[in-house]
């Protein structure tokens, strides 16, 4: 079993930065891919942004290309976000996800969630 914890949503100004985290405890997470998906209230959940094993490939979804990005330690088994130039409709709970494939697909364990709101 793998738990997933992430930290670092706030509050934040349209414009500013915000870093999350997430550190993953429990077996080892040799060969699965991370990422993290968001979801902004009565809206679907999606994914955000995922990273390979190796870190060689990543996937952003479109409307956070040049301005997310996404990093991962395999020695310290944690995933960051690096989330820049802010937009309102960022807004929403981001989760953490460990999937087989780094388009997040079909995760198999997920983190409980963070908020992050953005003001206009």
């Known amino acids: 079993q793998v738990q997933l914890v992430e930290s670092g949503g706030g509050l934040v100004q349209a414009g500013g930065s915000l870093r999350l985290s997430c550190a993953a405890f429990g077996r080892a997470l040799s060969n699965y891919a991370l990422g993290w998906f968001r979801q902004a209230p009565g809206k679907e959940r999606e994914v955000v942004a995922g990273?390979?094993?190796?870190?060689?490939?990543?996937y952003y979804v479109d409307s956070v290309k040049g301005r997310f990005t996404i990093s991962r330690d395999n020695t310290k088994n944690t995933v960051s976000l690096q989330m820049n130039n802010l937009k309102p409709e960022d807004t929403a709970v981001y989760y953490c996800?460990?999937?087989?494939?780094?388009?997040?697909?079909?995760?198999?364990?997920w983190g409980q969630g963070t908020q992050v709101t953005v003001s206009s």
């Open positions: 990273i390979s094993w190796s870190g060689s490939s990543t």
């Open positions: 996800a460990a999937d087989s494939y780094y388009t997040m697909g079909s995760p198999d364990y």
